[in-house]
């Protein structure tokens, strides 16, 4: 669960949780994602990141764009709109994927979970509505925009579900989805990912946000953990931003700045070899733009994003998103490579001429899409030889 | 083999290397065409493609189904399947229009668009010149843009007359160039016809140049008159796909184009029955071709979305007229194997698209008149005469509704007695409506897409939504032949 890039044009809208976020502020520093306003920092970024990577932090998740499909159609629809195994998915499990343009360029990511055997609930980074309307016609199945009607707080952190449970909320069973009605509120807990750090989300109806937060809170105080925070866990997991480390589909102003799943990193998001989804036919042939998105670790206490990568003394990419991790004490950043340089010994630009030497660190999702070409290419050789 | 493991299933056929659906005239061109390039082809026949016999509309009147008129027609099709032997041929070649004013004036416009000029002089001598010019320089216009208009690649780059054509309306394009405001008139209803778009639009004037670029018997800008009409081509087409060996099959429906994976691999009948060949061309309509052969769920979501654009609510619509009794205009009776233009005022034109977007019937309209009696005797009896009158724009409701049947009748005997004097109409039959295309360059893109983006590999299409604005052209047959021989070369499908 990520955010897109920030929207600093939109006068932001509160989310259901805003009146709780705004009591835990010390720094009152937002910013808008999705035209929400969206806490950067509550009180320091290391004791935010130190919770969320080793006890539990709250994370208010109303920014998301959230769609519920219900209808005989609904997992039809998704497979084709989205690149996840609807198939597959039982009621209850929940399964990450991208949306693909016709072309085969990434435009979002897309969170999914299966509610009961008609219903879906889709999570996206941006606002995907007219592709979900269009995606839906001719189909049986309604498309609804729950962004409004749904408040959604997150816990991040490997303690996330003793916390859940400690205040009531123990619906969770293993590792699936579970709804029910705690206490008097109707609920959805799931299991989530917070780039590095595990965590859950809990879902209520928007007008009980403040009461389940509060229930949350009275046991134990849990801290806040701001987008800051958050920006460090995602880089350590390898998880790419829209809008920030690459341009959605929708979004790009050029052709050019178009990027293929497997060129953000996210191959395995994009299996050409599953079942049809929009745009798999296209991705196969899509020209690659030769650049690679992938996370570097700096030896610096400081990188910016815009910063050059140089490989011997040539230019070969740019830094698109850096932090600074507290668990590795160095940067770690997501950079945009030059394919040719990608085994070769790198240098990031620190600030004037100085440079620090860089290299390329392994994440959760980098290691999948990893094992995923090295499984791809076995598949298309041995395929090849029983020709 | 023994009895018993004999395989009782339903039949299935290979060694085909493709399967053409409809039998189209675009069908049956992409058939022929394939099957001399040596390939083993199989022509899928359903009833909704196969042309409609000659008819008695009136006691003693026939009509041929489709239009009288060709205005292009692809001529390296023409040569390469040898059409004129296997039975093409054109009853007038050349055609002259008459034009006719709302105020009762005449021009005749030559069949060969170069010697305009001369005739505009008889009409408006000082207008001469400048109409001679304007019509040169539109025709080298409609010669760089022609592969375009056949169905190929959009010029990377339109050069300035091109570039201002494409994007210009017609009032624009045309307003304030002659002195008299009549000529202006007669361009504005040759290009507004079977256009769904209203003259002072943007993006309307293409079809004007699109008009010039086509190619019928051999001139470029001509409008030939094909014997037996539409048919007469279809039957040409057929012998010359027998010639090449295609095998014509018919059948009431096909059920399924059979997908694996990314490619189609044959189609399926309702029977269970399968013929399996690595290339589909289909020449039936678009929505059927993809949607209920292969299935939404099969495709990409940007390309359906141009299967679900809704069709213009306005329509061109053609009538059968019955006269008894010789022509008593003599403007029209010395020659009737001419095509003849109503070309009414812009303030008449206008107020006709408000009336096509209310529902109502016009008062004056564009219209299009051809005597197919006058090329073939025995469409009515003797010393009578049989037309075809195409009026544009009416509001594109079906023609079942007796009520509106009735008014358009009502408007065409209205626009057929300002075209011609006093002429006896015994009967007349509202025979088809003809969807209006939408401007050209979005018609154009759309034909593209569709005749490209379906990511099905192995499927063609060259259906009637590649007409565009009506009319026969083959063009679409020669393409997705082209396309599929390439596919084939390249082994895509190995």
Known sequence: MHFPAADDALEPRATPLYAAAAGLSATNSWTSINGFASARVYTSVEEEYKAASEDAALVDLGPMRRYTLRGKDAGVILSRLTTTPVAEVAVGESARGLILDTDGFVVDFADLTRLSDDLYLLTTATPVDRRLQLAARGFEAEALNVGAMVAALGIAGPLAREAASAAGIDLLSADATAQGRVRGVELAIRPVGFGAAPGVEIMCPADEALVVFERLRRKRPLPAAGLEALEILRIEGGVPRVGVDFAGADQAGALSERRLPNEVGLPHLAPPNRAWFNGRRAMKSAPSSGRYLVVLSIDSDRAAPGAAIYAKGEAVGRITSSAFSPRLRRVVAFAELAATALDRPLEAAIAGPARAPARLHETEESRRAGVFRENLKTATESGRSSV | ?494
């Open chain 2, 1 to 494: 083999m023994s009895e018993a493991r004999k395989y009782k299933g339903p039949k299935i056929e290979g060694g085909i290397d493709a399967v053409i659906l409809g039998a189209t005239s675009e069908g049956l061109a992409a058939a022929a065409l394939l099957a001399r390039a040596g390939f083993h082809v199989v022509l899928i026949e359903t009833p909704a493609s196969r042309p409609r016999e000659r008819r008695e509309f009136a006691p003693g009147f026939f009509a041929e189904s489709g239009d009288p008129l060709a205005a292009t027609l692809d001529h390296t099709v023409v040569e390469a399947l040898d059409l004129y032997r296997h039975g093409l041929a054109f009853s007038a070649r050349r055609l002259e229009t008459l034009v006719r004013f709302s105020d009762g004036a005449m021009v005749t416009m030559p069949g060969d668009p170069a010697l305009a000029g001369e005739a505009v002089a008889a009409f408006s001598e000082v207008d001469a010149g400048a109409f001679a010019a304007f019509l040169e320089a539109e025709r080298r216009t409609a010669r760089s843009l022609a592969d375009w208009f056949a169905g190929g690649e959009r010029p990377a780059l339109l050069d300035g007359a091109a570039a201002e054509a494409a994007t210009a309306s017609v009032d624009g394009a045309v307003a304030g160039r002659f002195v008299d405001h009549r000529l202006e008139d007669y361009l504005r209803a040759e290009a507004a016809f079977a256009i769904g778009a209203r003259p002072a639009e943007p993006f309307t004037y293409l079809s004007f140049i699109r008009r010039l670029a086509g190619e019928a018997a051999g001139l470029q800008g001509g409008v030939a008159a094909i014997e037996g009409g539409g048919r007469g081509l279809n039957n040409a087409l057929r012998r010359a796909c027998q010639a090449a060996s295609v095998t014509i099959r018919q059948t009431d429906r096909v059920k399924d184009v059979i997908v694996e994976w990314d490619r189609v691999t044959g189609v399926e009948f309702d029977d269970g029955a399968q013929i399996r060949a690595p290339i589909i061309i289909s020449s039936l309509p678009a929505h059927e071709t993809f949607l209920d052969l292969v299935g939404r769920a099969r495709l990409d979501i940007e390309f359906t979305r141009t299967l679900d654009i809704k069709e213009l609510p306005i329509a061109s619509v053609r009538f059968n007229l019955a006269i008894n009794g010789p022509i008593p205009d003599p403007h029209i009776a010395a020659r009737l194997d001419r095509r003849f233009l109503f070309a009414p005022s812009p303030l008449e034109i206008e107020r006709a698209f408000r009336a096509a977007a209310e529902g109502t019937a016009p008062e004056a309209a564009i219209g299009e008149l051809v005597f197919p009696s006058a090329f073939d005797r025995a469409l009515a009896p003797e010393g009578c005469a049989s037309a075809t009158l195409t009026l544009h724009p009416l509001a594109g409701k079906p023609l079942s509704d007796d009520q509106w049947r009735k008014e358009v009748s009502g408007a065409a005997r209205t626009i057929f007695a300002r075209l011609v004097d006093g002429a006896q109409i015994a009967a007349i039959e509202a025979e088809e409506a003809l969807v209006a295309a939408p401007p050209l360059p979005a018609a154009m893109e759309r034909r593209a897409r569709l005749a490209g983006a379906s990511g099905l590999e192995g499927y063609f299409f060259c259906g009637p939504e590649t007409l565009i604005g009506g009319g026969v052209s083959l063009s679409a047959g020669r393409r997705a032949a082209d396309r599929a021989r390439d596919y084939f070369r390249k082994g895509g499908f190995s």
